[in-house]
């Protein structure tokens, strides 16, 4: 596993930085949570004041800066935003990665959107993606658009939508033990 990473992409509410901090520190690895690193690059602004201070296509540019910078690295775990991989420059740079794991973390709408609207940071940190706001008519939309390149990048998918979060760290550790 040396020189290895763990990329972990999916919609909103899947799991991702939960999980990629379960497996980093299962493995002594650090966790880098992409939409945490534009975050800092900004200032320490929400994504949601991102995107109402400067617009999604500045926000996108600087998703892409990043997710090429974190791809460099080694024997780490990194969380990626949910529309990450839909961006062509982010998505040359994942698929590029050597010596990593892509792992989609999948759940149906109607699960992701439970999860959404139960966490009051999501609420408060996160942009509507449609006009729909945060409801389950934009989770449908939205992941209808991205399932099929979530599928495309993955080298694994695992259902999220009644593990607990161990349990999907167990089935990420079998499969890194090959």
């Given at each position: 596993m040396q020189g290895m990473k763990i990329i972990l992409f999916g919609y909103r509410g899947s799991g991702k930085s939960t999980v990629g901090k379960h497996i980093a520190d299962r493995l002594g690895w650090p966790l880098i949570d992409t939409d945490h690193e534009i975050m800092l690059r900004f200032g320490g602004m929400s994504i949601a004041e991102i995107w109402n201070d400067f617009g999604e296509p500045v926000f996108r540019e600087k998703e892409c800066r990043v997710t090429e910078d974190v791809c460099q690295k080694d024997e780490c775990v990194i969380s990626l935003g949910?529309?990450?991989?839909?961006?062509?420059?982010?998505?040359?740079?994942?698929?590029?990665?050597?010596?990593?794991?892509?792992?989609?973390?999948?759940?149906?709408?109607?699960?992701?959107?439970?999860?959404?609207?139960?966490?009051?940071?999501?609420?408060?940190?996160?942009?509507?993606?449609?006009?729909?706001?945060?409801?389950?008519?934009?989770?449908?939309q939205v992941l209808s658009e991205r399932e099929p390149t979530y599928q495309a990048v993955a080298d694994y998918m695992i259902d999220v939508s009644d593990a607990t979060i161990e349990e999907v760290a167990e089935q990420i550790m079998a499969i890194l033990q090959g």
């Open positions: 949910g529309g990450t991989v839909m961006q062509l420059d982010a998505m040359r740079a994942i698929e590029a990665c050597e010596d990593t794991l892509r792992i989609y973390l999948s759940a149906p709408a109607e699960v992701l959107h439970k999860r959404i609207v139960g966490d009051e940071n999501t609420q408060d940190n996160r942009p509507a993606l449609t006009s729909h706001g945060i409801s389950l008519d934009e989770v449908k």
